[in-house]
């Protein structure tokens, strides 16, 4: 039983498109987290929810709009897709958001922007 | 804020041999530190952690990390390399923020396994 899943897996689109990224977690977390991990493998924090509430936004281009419906799902709606937009989005949990808190972490959905 | 900083992009070590992966971060407060181990076509997860209590901190697989304050160093360790140990390696550090914290990521070690 996969404790934090994200669906698709893969996804290869045109520039220009909307899409949207969908993650469900069972583990019971209050907060959850996206990430994007650029072909560097570098991971950089985009968005976290605490309880369907949006705790932390980084500087990321408006045309990415998370939607947390309820605390066990975040999905993440991607506008007008770019390029540059090509990556690996995670999706990740945890119990709390205390700084020591473990995160577990989704398998990832791999973006292609043709 | 804080930031991690990750010694060597790529470690090659002979299965046996003993890995060192280097992690420093920067911080005026205690942090929390963690090593996450992300398997290729993976997510991340966890190794071990830091958070309060003992320094040397013992983590799955047969992993430890020690926690020098005083080298603001937070090294991961393994006495005897397997070939399944191959992956990349991720240093973190807890960045506290006005109600709450966020994760900040080293720019990530890979670990080669030489048979």
């Known amino acids: 039983d996969t404790a934090v899943s994200q669906t698709p897996k893969y996804l290869v689109t045109q520039m220009g498109n909307d899409k949207s990224i969908k993650c469900e977690q069972n583990l019971g977390h209050d907060t959850m987290y996206w990430y994007k991990q650029d072909s560097k493998k570098f991971l950089k924090i985009m968005f976290s929810?605490?309880?369907?509430?949006?705790?932390i936004n980084e500087t990321v281009p408006n045309r990415f709009s998370p939607k947390s419906p309820d605390k066990a799902h975040l999905n993440l709606h991607i506008n007008s897709l770019e390029l540059g937009d090509s990556a690996v989005y995670f999706c990740?949990?945890?119990?709390?958001?205390?700084?020591?808190?473990?995160?577990?972490f989704g398998p990832g959905t791999r973006l292609l922007v043709l | 804020a804080q930031s991690v900083t990750q010694l060597g992009s790529h470690v090659s070590v002979s299965e046996g041999a003993l890995v060192l992966l280097r992690c420093n971060y920067s911080s005026s407060v205690p942090p929390y530190l963690f090593w996450y181990v992300q398997y290729p076509n993976q997510g991340l997860q966890l190794l071990l952690k830091y958070t309060t209590g003992a320094t040397l901190v013992k983590g799955i697989n047969g992993f430890e990390a020690e926690f020098k304050k005083s080298e603001t160093s937070f090294h991961l360790t393994k006495p005897s390399a397997h070939m399944s140990d191959a992956a990349e390696y991720f240093c973190a550090v807890s960045d506290s923020l006005t109600g709450g914290f966020k994760t900040i990521f080293g720019a990530g070690t890979r670990l080669f396994v030489k048979a």
């Open positions: 990740a949990s945890s119990e709390e958001r205390g700084g020591g808190e473990t995160q577990y």
């Open positions: 929810y605490n309880n369907k509430e949006l705790i």
